[in-house]
């Protein structure tokens, strides 16, 4: 996949058959159109091409918009790829791109920059200026440019409205069933290995801290959940707690992942980690030998579950 970080970059000799969108979380309602655009470029006549922004346009036009998303910039290049997409675009998003015209839009950027023969589109999809142009306006500029278009409907997407925003909700309620259903993947995070207070060493249960650098990551509801990683080319399965360790008096909130039979040292190193299942809420115990007494507890339902996966 060939990755452009502006729509001006962009050059092919041949036209194009494309869809745009913030594509966050790359889920199975965006994978739908993604399928019909590498379908559709199959006998190699066209080029599929996929325009994304960055930031999120909520980040840039809603100064009240604490918007977190699914994926990191990096993350959505790496799901994207495994689309089979040969162009993914990613245009730097601000408030004079915004302010180009729905007309303006189609004419420079989609016939004259991206020679666009076809537009492959949700059924929702708003763009233009204020987002006030719809699909039947963009169906009229295909009768005037010269490009098709075809709408993806609702009930093409899996029955159900899939959206990024029903994902994030789930994820913040707790739901990651629920997400990773909608997402067509299981929900991870990825960041460093991180030195930590070390307390989980000396009940039992030492645990890898990671840190994640990009601020706008979704951190789902905070709890204890069943998780994998993959660690030098092999699949390591844990628990891990997103919350601020009440029972020590934690004042930050962490995310601690302790590996089932597994030791190595980490720290310094980037993993990936899936949520595949949510045990239960964070919780203040009396003693810290309570809380060892509720992490055995857990690990037994969590090794309990992987056993029948």
Excluded at 43 to 63: C, G, W
Excluded at 155 to 174: C, D, F, H, P, Y
Excluded at 240 to 259: A, C, K, L, S, Y
């Amino acid at each position: 996949m060939k990755i452009f970080h502006s729509i001006n970059d962009f050059s092919s000799p041949k036209k194009t058959i494309l869809t745009l969108g913030t594509f966050d979380g790359v889920h199975i309602g965006h994978k739908k159109i993604l399928e019909k655009i590498t379908q559709n470029t199959e006998n190699e006549k066209y080029e599929s091409l996929v325009l994304t922004f960055f930031p999120h346009p909520r980040m840039i036009l809603q100064e009240e918009s604490a918007i977190k998303l699914l994926n990191t910039i990096t993350e959505k290049i790496d799901l994207l790829e495994k689309t089979g997409i040969e162009n993914l675009v990613i245009h730097p998003f601000d408030e004079s791109f915004s302010r180009l015209t729905a007309e303006e839009f189609v004419r420079e950027i989609l016939v004259e920059q991206f020679h666009i023969q076809k537009i492959i589109i949700g059924h929702d999809h708003r763009f233009g200026r204020n987002r006030t142009a719809n699909i039947d306006d963009l169906i009229d500029f295909g009768k005037k440019y010269g490009f098709e278009v075809e709408q993806i409907s609702a009930q093409e997407i899996n029955e159900i409205s899939v959206s990024s925003t029903k994902i994030r909700n789930a994820l913040e309620e707790g739901d990651i069933v629920l997400a990773n259903k909608y997402l067509g993947y299981n929900y991870f995070l990825t960041g460093t290995i991180i030195k930590g207070k070390q307390l989980g060493r000396t009940i039992g249960f030492p645990t890898a801290n990671l840190k994640i650098e990009e601020n706008y990551k979704l951190i789902p509801r905070n709890g204890v959940y069943i998780v994998s990683s993959i660690i030098n080319n092999k699949t390591v399965f844990g628990m891990m707690n997103i919350g601020f360790n009440p029972t020590v008096d934690g004042e930050n909130q962490t995310i601690e992942i302790h590996f089932f039979d597994f030791e190595a040292d980490l720290y310094h190193q980037k993993i990936t980690v899936s949520l595949l299942h949510r045990i239960r809420s964070e919780q203040k115990f009396d003693s810290v030998v309570l809380l060892k007494e509720q992490l055995e507890k857990d690990r037994n339902y969590a090794k309990a579950f992987l056993n029948k996966l």
